[in-house]
């Protein structure tokens, strides 16, 4: 049999583990490295968190889920803008290829409103008549739309129209 280790045999009642000892020896362990730590902290005159501690930590994190949460809302918003200039840019190409795949002379100046989702947008198609030569128009797309109650905001295209 072999000699016993940290006052418990290999082999007893609680069985044999990996480390040679069984559960009494673990939890003997267990309490000498508590009893060690305890000492060390008594030792530096750490004795745990304090409330301030607790109090710094929190006002820490609580500035940084703030700047998180100020971040994601600005990108939310540049999104949206984002989004509205495309659906306006869209829909200037749009008009642009309805009124141009009229025959010339029935290409005329023409306005509408559509409403994508939440926000309106006022599609206006213009014509310009020998410009910049004879024979040719100028079509030019314009969509305008609310950025926001005080805000407009608007997009256009352009293009040439000649007669065959």
């Given at each position: 049999m072999n000699p016993p280790t940290g006052g418990v045999r290999r082999g007893s009642v609680n069985g044999p583990d990996d480390a040679g000892g069984g559960l009494l020896g673990r939890i003997a362990q267990a309490r000498s490295s508590s009893k060690r730590t305890r000492r060390a902290r008594e030792r530096t005159g750490q004795r745990g968190v304090t409330l301030v501690e607790i109090m710094v930590a929190t006002l820490i994190l609580g500035i940084v889920a703030i700047g998180m949460v100020e971040f994601f809302a600005s990108g939310r918003i540049g999104f949206d803008r984002e989004e509205h200039k495309r659906v306006a840019t869209l829909l200037a190409q749009e008009a642009l290829e309805r009124t141009i795949a009229q025959p010339y002379?029935?290409?005329?100046?023409?306005?509408?409103?559509?409403?994508?989702?939440?926000?309106?947008?006022?599609?206006?198609?213009?014509?310009?008549?020998?410009?910049?030569?004879?024979?040719?128009?100028?079509?030019l797309s314009t969509v305008n739309w609310n950025a926001t109650p005080t805000v407009t905001r608007s997009t256009s295209m352009v293009t040439l129209v000649f007669e065959n």
């Open positions: 002379n029935q290409i005329n100046p023409w306005s509408e409103q559509r409403t994508v989702g939440v926000v309106d947008y006022v599609i206006s198609v213009t014509t310009q008549s020998d410009v910049p030569e004879s024979n040719m128009k100028t079509v």
